[in-house]
C-alpha cells in the first residue's frame, strides 16, 4: 500500500498536479489507461467545484489531496476549508431530450459515474470527499452503469 | 491548451490540443464563438490531440452546439481522444455528437 | 490503376492509384461520369498515388470539369503526386485546375 | 554509351513497358527524376498515337523502341509501319480559354513540351521518329518553356 499527499492554493492552474498525483496513485494500484483517465478526471471535477462553488474564487484556500493506493485499489480523499457542501448526494439525472441537454451538473454527474463510492464528511470545518474506485485486474467495466442505454 | 481554427467556406474546423478544463475553457468558448459570429454554423471539433476534457470544456460543447443548432448548423467531432470520447460517454453526452474517424469526413459530413 | 470514390453530402472524392493511360482511362470516365449523373458536381481528385498521367487521362479531367461547370460545380485536385501535376503542367493545364495540400481542404473548399 | 532496344505488339497494355525502357535510359543518362518522368510521358503519348491514330486499332502492328543514352544525352527512336504521319510538326498552340480548354492535341503538344528535338522520317512503309533530349548536371529546366506564364 502506497500513501501519497499533496496541498495546493486553490488557483485553476494547480488543478493539473493534483490529477497527475492521482493519475500516480492509480498507476500504482494496476488500473487499466482509461481507468486512470476516469480518476484524474473525477478528482479534477471535484477540485473544479470546491475554487468556483465553494471557495467561489482563485487563491482564498487550499486543497489537499491524499492518495491511497493498493493493487486494484484506490481511495482519493480530498479536503478543503471552503463552506460545507455534500457532493456525496448522487445527482438526480434529469430526463433531458436531445434537444435540451444538460449544460450544468455534469460534474456531479461525472464524480458518480466515475467512483464505486462517494463519502461525505465535515470534520472541523473542513469539507472531507472521500472517493473509492476499484478495478480488478480483470478489467471489470470502467463505469458503473450507463446513464442512457 | 493549443487552440487553432480553419475556415473553409461552408464549414469550420476548431483543433485543440492538451487540456480543456476550467482554466483553458473560456478561451475555447471565445473560439468558437467568433466563429459563430462570423456565420459559421457547422463546426468541426477536432478533439484528436485533447489528453483532458473535463464538464467546464463539455458545457461548451453543449452550448455550442444548441447555439448553432439554432441556426441550421451542427457540432461534430473529429478523430477525438480515447481520453477526449471518455470524458463525453461518462458524461452521457455521446448520443449528441457525430463523431468522424478524420476531420476530411467531418467537414464532408456538412 | 485502381479507383475509389467517397461520396459526401455536397462532395464527391476520386481517388485513383497507379497509371491513367489509354489502358485505364475509360474506367476513370466512367467513374467519373456515375458521379455526375448521381447529381455529384463538385468532384475532388486524389492525384497523390498516381504514377502516370498521359493526355488520356487529361482530357478526361478537362471534359469532366467542363461537364460539372455548367452545373455550377468544379473539379479540384488533391495532393497531387509530383508525376501527376508535372502532367498537368507540361499539358499547360495548371491554371484550369485548383490543388489543394490535402482531400479535407479540397472537401472543405466547396 | 548503351543501346537498348524492344519492341512490342500494338496493345495499350504493352506501352508501360516502354516507358519502362524509357524509364531506364533516362537513368543512364542521368536525367533527374522529373525528366525521367517526362521522357517516358513522352514516349507514352507517341505510343498511344500510333496505337489510336496510326494503327487504328490494338494487336496489328508492333511498336520498336531504341534508346540510346550517354551522360546528359538520350535518343529515342520509335518505329512503327503504320501509314505515314508527321508529328514532328510543332503543334500550333490554341489560343484557348479557361472556359473552352483543349481536350484534343494534347499528346503532340506534351511530345514538344518535353523533348528537345522531334524528327519524322518515313523510310520503308516505316514511321520513324527520333526523340532527343539534353539535360545537363547541373539541371537544366525540364520543360522547354511554358506554354502560358
Ligand atoms: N464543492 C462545492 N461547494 C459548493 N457547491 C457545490 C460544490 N460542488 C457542487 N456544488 C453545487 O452543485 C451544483 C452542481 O455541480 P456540478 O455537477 O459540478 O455542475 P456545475 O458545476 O456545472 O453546476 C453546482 O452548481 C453547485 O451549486
Ligand atoms: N501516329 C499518328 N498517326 C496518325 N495520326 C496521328 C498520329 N499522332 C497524332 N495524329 C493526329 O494528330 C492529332 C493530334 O494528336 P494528339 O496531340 O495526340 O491529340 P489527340 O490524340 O487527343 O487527338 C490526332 O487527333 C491525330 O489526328
Redesign the interface.
Known amino acids: 500500500m502506497a500513501v501519497m499527499q499533496l496541498s495546493i492554493p486553490a488557483y485553476?492552474?494547480e488543478?493539473?498536479s493534483l490529477?497527475d498525483l492521482t493519475g500516480k496513485a492509480a498507476v500504482d494500484a494496476r488500473f487499466t489507461?482509461?481507468t486512470i483517465?476516469?480518476c484524474?478526471?473525477a478528482i479534477?471535477?471535484a477540485c473544479?467545484n470546491i475554487?468556483?462553488h465553494g471557495y467561489k474564487q482563485e487563491g482564498i484556500g487550499e486543497i489537499e489531496l491524499t492518495a491511497e493506493s493498493s493493487p486494484g485499489n484506490l481511495i482519493l480523499v480530498l479536503r478543503d476549508s471552503a463552506p460545507p457542501f455534500n457532493p456525496a448526494i448522487e445527482p438526480s439525472l434529469p430526463h433531458w431530450q436531445?434537444?435540451d441537454?444538460?449544460?450544468?451538473g455534469?460534474?456531479l454527474?461525472?464524480i458518480h459515474?466515475?467512483m464505486d463510492k462517494v463519502k461525505y464528511q465535515r470534520i472541523k470545518d473542513q469539507n472531507i470527499l472521500e472517493l473509492r474506485k476499484t478495478e480488478y485486474q480483470d478489467s471489470l467495466p470502467r463505469?458503473k452503469r450507463?446513464?442512457?442505454s | 491548451m493549443e487552440i487553432t481554427t480553419k475556415e473553409y467556406r461552408r464549414v469550420a474546423v476548431v483543433s485543440v490540443s492538451g487540456r480543456i478544463d476550467t482554466l483553458t475553457s473560456t478561451q475555447f468558448e471565445e473560439t468558437i464563438n467568433e466563429l459563430i459570429e462570423k456565420g459559421h454554423f457547422n463546426l468541426v471539433m477536432d478533439l484528436s490531440e485533447v489528453d483532458f476534457l473535463s464538464s467546464s470544456g463539455l458545457r461548451i460543447l453543449v452550448t455550442s452546439r444548441k447555439k448553432v443548432r439554432e441556426k441550421g448548423g451542427d457540432v461534430v467531432m473529429a478523430n477525438p481522444s480515447q481520453r477526449a470520447s471518455d470524458s463525453v460517454e461518462i458524461a452521457g453526452l455521446d448520443k449528441l455528437f457525430m463523431s468522424y474517424p478524420n476531420r476530411e469526413e467531418a467537414v464532408g459530413s456538412f
Chains 1, 4 share one sequence.
Open positions: 485553476h492552474k488543478i493539473e490529477c489507461e482509461r483517465y476516469a484524474q478526471l479534477g471535477e473544479e475554487i468556483n436531445e434537444e441537454p444538460p449544460v450544468g455534469l460534474g454527474i461525472i459515474r466515475v463505469i450507463k446513464l442512457h
